[in-house]
């Protein structure tokens, strides 16, 4: 049994964080997401009709197991996305949530600078905060320093599927760390999941790979197995790496 994930004041047995975007249908994506068996699951507050008691994603995700991480998708500035934040917090009556500022709809990557603003701002507001960033060691730190309680560096642009493109950069934040670090975007296949975690990563967020395979529901159980065998093997330890080929076998005395 691996041991369990600590985030703030909520523990985890799965390392496997799932998101709701893309799927096509309300019910296949609660079918997946409980195929997943993921305990913390993304959503994206644009994506939430606050009035509607009855809103449709909501609903699908009202699971004892399931905690929601309303995240600020869309937003472009700190500003806006202090904003989300704290209307997420009055509509889903939680404090946790996924910090994603991303201006550029092309690449969608993370502007670190108006992450680290609004996540410093976000801490002193009492927020758990889980920014989404960049494969970057330095702005991880900073990041830590400002109180986040995890930091979630991109494997590659969302929706990408391309796998852990930041590899180099992710050992160096995993070997940093002194909080935990979830492996968020471009994440295309289960083995490119449990690579994260065989590299000693926290936990890992998948949602487009899941949600457009032509079946989703196996797709986020070979997700969950995979995540399980990467921690696995991470908690095992891994063998060394060599160079030069050592034999498996004893060579000497062979055949005679
Ligand atoms: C849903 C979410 O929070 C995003 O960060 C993102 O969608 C995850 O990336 P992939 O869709 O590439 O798995």
Redesign the pocket.
Known sequence: MSQKLKIADKEFTSRLF?????FSSSKLMKEALLASESELI?V?LKRVDVQDEEDDILSHLNHQHINL?P?T?GVRTAKEAVFAAELSREALETNWV?L?IHPDPRYLLPDPIETLKAAEELVKLGFVVMP?IHADPVLCKRLEDVGVQCV?P????????KGLKTVDFLDIIIEQSNVPVIV?????APSHAAYAMELGADAV???????VSQNPIAMAKAFKMAVEAGRMAFEAKLAPRSEMAIASSPLTSFLS
């Open positions: 799932t998101g709701t975007g893309k993304t994206a991480l995240n998708s996924k994603e989404y979630m991109l494997g590659a642009p969302i929706g990408s599927n968020d975007a471009g994440i295309g967020l998948v949602n487009t790979a899941i949600a």
